[in-house]
């Protein structure tokens, strides 16, 4: 029930609960109210409408007590501290606010867990799926896109040079992220796949698309990029929703925090909702300067592998799968191909800690959901 509200000993009528409200002016006082006496009767304010029991809200359009407006320190805007407490700006829940660089995702993805006995059988498995995603792309538009992560990636990828059934005069390999060194640096992952791969098939240098050496960061993110735009759509076709590129496998491993290619945890590259290729120019992983292909970049691939394999794993692996983590904390959980598809291949070691059992009692998402 709302409580009568008073102007002065001018008092305006209370009602009822009810379903609607009604607006009700109550006219205010010109000048300060004048004493009563004691029981003399009370004069109520005309009202703008009879109160015939729907609720109704006193709004009163001119109290004139204060002539500049009113004082700032009044009772609980004085902090403890003696400080006048800021008045809020809010112009209302949710009205011009700036939304958080991360949100829940919403992206349905055709998800599978591969999951093999040994580190060798799962190396096996990557190389039948790598095979088979470079025939598939060759027979639909004559070339294939790859895309690779550094890490411990690169020494999984050496069955690949004896591998039948790849046309490397077809296929063109590119890094989706890369750390901002020299190519002959123990840091760079061209040298790592160069050495594990690369120079033992007959692939043309140019389909090779390497960091460009020597550049700021920045300038290198930008020469990067440059480079996937001028590719023909033929070759990298673009999405529909953003014009992303649309690469054919993109294979990433992930770290114990979480993180995919050089996107960390709550970082504002790992939100950047446009552009192809950004610098990271302080990476908590060293070393501090990399370049980095976009979540969205990724997102938009045909499909994406994420390998995580031995005992090392187990804690991360099983955090992502089955735990869902505020956004952005886990960038793991963010990739989730748009029309594409998602595999993770795995070891008996790095899922040891997985209920895969429960995974059919699927609860709300989110987690607070009923």
């Known amino acids: 029930m709302l409580k009568t509200t008073r102007l002065g000993q001018q008092p305006c009528l209370s009602t009822r609960n009810s379903k609607a409200f009604r607006l009700i002016r109550c006219q205010a006082a010109s000048s300060p109210p004048t004493p009563v006496p004691e029981k003399a009767p009370l004069v109520q304010r005309k009202q703008e409408g009879a109160d015939d029991g729907e609720p109704f809200i006193n709004l009163i359009p001119n109290n004139g007590r204060w002539e500049n407006g009113i004082p700032p320190v009044m009772g609980a805007h004085l902090m403890a501290s003696g400080t006048i407490a800021p008045f809020s700006v809010s112009k209302g829940a949710g009205v011009d606010v700036t939304p958080h660089q991360f949100q829940y995702h919403t992206t349905e993805t055709d998800t599978s867990v591969l999951l093999y006995v040994t580190p060798e059988k799962a190396q096996t498995g990557l190389t039948k799926l790598v095979v088979e995603a470079a025939q598939a792309a060759v027979k639909a538009k004559g070339a294939f896109t790859l895309v690779l992560s550094g890490g411990s990636l690169p020494a999984l990828l050496g069955p690949l040079a004896s591998a039948k059934g790849i046309d490397w005069s077809k296929t063109h390999i590119f890094f989706v992220d890369e750390r901002n060194v020299p190519h002959s640096s123990v840091d760079s992952t061209y040298k790592a796949v160069q050495e594990a791969l690369l120079s033992k098939v007959p692939i043309p240098a140019a389909q090779v698309y390497a960091i460009a050496e020597g550049l700021p960061v920045d300038q290198a993110a930008t020469q990067y990029e440059g480079r996937l735009i001028s590719i023909p759509v033929a070759a990298l076709p673009r999405s529909s929703e953003g014009g992303f590129p649309v690469f054919d496998l993109i294979l990433l491993g992930v770290g114990p925090d979480g993180h995919v290619a050089s996107l960390f945890p709550n970082r504002p590259e790992t939100a950047a909702a446009k552009g192809w290729v950004l610098p990271v120019k302080n990476s908590p992983k060293p070393p501090p300067e990399r370049i980095t292909m976009t979540m969205p970049v990724i997102n938009a691939a045909k499909e994406v592998a994420i390998v995580a394999l031995g005992g090392g794993k187990r804690e991360i692996v099983q955090r992502i799968l089955e735990i869902q983590s505020l956004p952005g904390a886990l960038p793991a959980q ?25 995974w059919s009692e699927a609860s709300g998402f989110p987690r607070s959901a009923v």
């Open 334 to 358: 963010l990739v989730r191909p748009k029309g594409g598809k998602l595999k993770w291949v795995l070891d008996v070691a790095s899922a040891e800690l997985l209920d895969v059992a429960s």
